[in-house]
T-cell receptor
Framework: QQQVKQSPQSLIVQKGGISIINCAYENTAFDYFPWYQQFPGKGPALLIAIRPDVSEKKEGRFTISFNKSAKQFSLHIMDSQPGDSATYFCAASSGAGSYQLTFGKGTKLSVIP | EAQVTQNPRYLITVTGKKLTVTCSQN?????MSWYRQDPGLGLRQIYYSMNVEVTDKGDVPEGYKVSRKEKRNFPLILESPSPNQTSLYFCASHRSGYNSPLHFGNGTRLTVT
């Protein structure tokens, strides 16, 4: 049973547009929600993360929106650039247990000029 | 430079021929883990280790072995590889604490014929 559902699987956005990737989780014990960015030929790297005590976190053009009651969170990339073209993974973990992240299946973003 | 180093980057082998993928980190991280990445399936954890001589199964451990004899090294062993283990493998490390970012290596692309 997949614990973190991510959509869409792929996304094409024009340069300057807004990219939106959504994730939903089932485990109410999750309390840490990071997003990882992966460029071709590289391993994923932490992009931005949020705790459920806030509804939004912004870092530059990247914003996480969090809806605890709906058990959903999303990544918004404002003014998307070709350099943002990558695969994005949402993830979740809880403070209890072994600190293991559960990843979504990933979204391949292509930003076209 | 802080990094996770995997070797080899590419490996082609035949069914049943034992192989080892090495992973080393220079950040003195307690936690290390192995993931496999497959199209449409995202990142799935194979094994993880919380410290020297402490390992546990992830989501897809069948057909794999690991060992953690030194803090910096966490090799992945396929004793009898099969074609369904053809995949992109990533090693990762992080400090203790569930909101510590994972540091990934650049991956090992394994093909089993």
């Amino acid at each position: 049973q997949q614990q973190v559902k991510q959509s869409p699987q792929s996304l094409i956005v024009q340069k300057g547009g807004i990219s939106i990737i959504n994730c939903a989780y089932e485990n109410t014990a999750f309390d840490y929600f990071p997003w990882y960015q992966q460029f071709p030929g590289k391993g994923p790297a932490l992009l931005i993360a949020i705790r459920p005590d806030v509804s939004e976190k912004k870092e530059g053009r990247f914003t996480i929106s969090f809806n605890k009651s709906a058990k959903q969170f999303s990544l918004h990339i404002m003014d998307s650039q070709p350099g943002d073209s990558a695969t994005y993974f949402c993830a979740a973990s809880s403070g209890a247990g072994s600190y293991q992240l559960t990843f979504g299946k990933g979204t391949k973003l292509s930003v076209i000029p | 430079e802080a990094q996770v180093t995997q070797n080899p980057r590419y490996l082609i082998t035949v069914t049943g021929k034992k192989l080892t993928v090495t992973c080393s980190q220079n950040m003195n991280h307690e936690y290390m883990s192995w993931y496999r990445q497959d199209p449409g399936l995202g990142l799935r954890q194979i094994y993880y280790s919380m410290n020297v001589e402490v390992t546990d199964k992830g989501d897809v451990p069948e057909g794999y072995k690991v060992s953690r004899k030194e803090k910096r090294n966490f090799p992945l062993i396929l004793e009898s590889p099969s074609p369904n283990q053809t995949s992109l493998y990533f090693c990762a490390s992080h400090r203790s604490g569930y909101n510590s970012p994972l540091h990934f290596g650049n991956g090992t692309r394994l093909t089993v014929t």
